[in-house]
């Protein structure tokens, strides 16, 4: 009770406004207003199995589901919201989508059979300069939807720098080798284990996650899920 009249407090002093139309945003109102997400550009691949981000990551990896989502368009008000959550100190933010996209697509099954969840790992300089990884708060948004744990079983020993300015062709040299399974994932061998990334674009970063993850669990299922990804 007196969370909630001090939250109350809290909003009528400074009230949260919506990244997208800039409106202030009404009570029980997170991350963005109402109008702001019935109009996401959603992609709906949950609904599609053989969608275009399915084709883009395989066939190298047997590769169960794949579902991203929004589409990613660089310099737009969307996008803005996945490079704050990265880049300005706004963990939160990651486990507030998360968890408003898998409540989304909870009811179509599209994690029906899945074991768990595996954040894609961030080299730990870059950890320590941003003080979180986002797929890891992304993981814990879409845990508290979907009741499903987290298996932290993949590592990036290797720093891969900034891809967002590389080609393809550079992306995917750049990210050869940089991650690897830890002991644990053994443990996880034969179960279905949903990736889970931020943004994908040429899909080299997920292909990489995806390739360690199966020569550590060769029978497990493998899919992936991400905020967002490019056309
Ligand atoms: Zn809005």
């Known amino acids: 009770m007196l969370k909630e009249l001090l939250r109350a407090v809290a909003h009528v002093l400074s009230p949260e406004v919506c990244p997208i139309c800039g409106l202030t945003l009404a009570e029980g109102e997170t991350l963005m207003c ?77 994690f029906s059979g899945v074991d768990a969840l595996v954040p894609v790992p961030m080299h730990y300089s870059k950890r320590l300069l941003r003080g979180y990884n986002q797929t890891e708060e992304i993981c814990l948004g879409v845990s508290r939807a979907t009741g499903l744990k987290i298996a932290d079983v993949l590592r990036a ?13 550079q992306r995917k040299a750049a990210v050869q080798g940089t991650f690897a399974a830890s002991a644990r994932a ?29 020569s550590a669990c060769p029978s497990s299922t493998l899919s992936v899920l991400a905020l967002a990804a490019t056309l």
């Open 34 to 110: 109402t109008d702001c997400l019935l109009q996401l550009p959603r992609t709906h691949f949950h609904l599609s199995p053989f969608n275009i981000l399915h084709h883009r990551l395989g066939p190298a990896v047997p590769l169960d589901r794949a579902a991203a989502w929004y589409y990613y368009v660089k310099q737009s008000l969307t996008a803005r919201m996945i490079v704050d959550m990265k880049y300005s100190g706004r963990p939160r933010q990651g486990q507030i989508m998360g968890e408003i996209y898998a409540r989304e697509i909870l009811p179509s099954g599209f």
């Open 157 to 169: 020993p290797i720093s891969h720098g900034v891809q967002s300015r590389r080609s393809a062709a």
């Open 186 to 214: 053994a443990d996880y061998d034969g179960r279905h284990l949903l990736i889970v990334d931020d943004i994908i674009t040429t899909g080299a970063t997920m292909q990489e996650a995806l390739a360690s993850l199966h």
